[in-house]
C-alpha cells in the first residue's frame, strides 16, 4: 500500500477536484507534455496552465523538467495509488452497508409474500 501524509493527500484530492487538471492529467498518461501542449485543449494562456500544472507539482502528481524554456511534464502515478488506497477503504465500508441493506430488503420482501 502506498502511504502519503493527510497534507499530501489533501492536496491530491485538491489537485483532482479540478476537471481541468483531470484532463491534464489524462493527456499525461499518454506520455509527456509541454505546458503549452497541456493548455492547447482548453484555449487557455500559458500562464493559466502554469497555474494548474502548479498544483499538480504541489501534490505530487507531476514532475516538470525545464529545458531552456520548454517546460516538460511527466505523470507521476504514486499519489493517485495512495489516493485510491484511501478510497478503497470507503469503497468496502459502502459495500459492506449496502449488502446488509440488500439482506434486510430481501427479508422483508419473503415476510411480506408469507
Known amino acids: 500500500m502506498v502511504e502519503l501524509n493527510t497534507e499530501k493527500l489533501d492536496a491530491v484530492f485538491n489537485a483532482l477536484g479540478d476537471p481541468t487538471r483531470r484532463q491534464m492529467l489524462r493527456l499525461l498518461a499518454d506520455g509527456e507534455r509541454t505546458i503549452g501542449e497541456l493548455a492547447a485543449p482548453f484555449d487557455m494562456s500559458f500562464a493559466g496552465a502554469s497555474k494548474h500544472v502548479k498544483a499538480l507539482e504541489n501534490a505530487?502528481?507531476?514532475s516538470r523538467i525545464v529545458q531552456g524554456r520548454t517546460h516538460l511534464c511527466t505523470l507521476e502515478a504514486a499519489p493517485l495509488a495512495a489516493a485510491e488506497d484511501w478510497?478503497?477503504?470507503y469503497q468496502s465500508f459502502w459495500?459492506?452497508?449496502?449488502?446488509?441493506?440488500e439482506h434486510e430488503l430481501e427479508s422483508a420482501n419473503r415476510k411480506r409474500r408469507k
Open 87 to 89: 478510497l478503497r477503504f
Open 60 to 62: 505530487g502528481l507531476i
Open 95 to 101: 459495500t459492506d452497508r449496502l449488502d446488509a441493506l
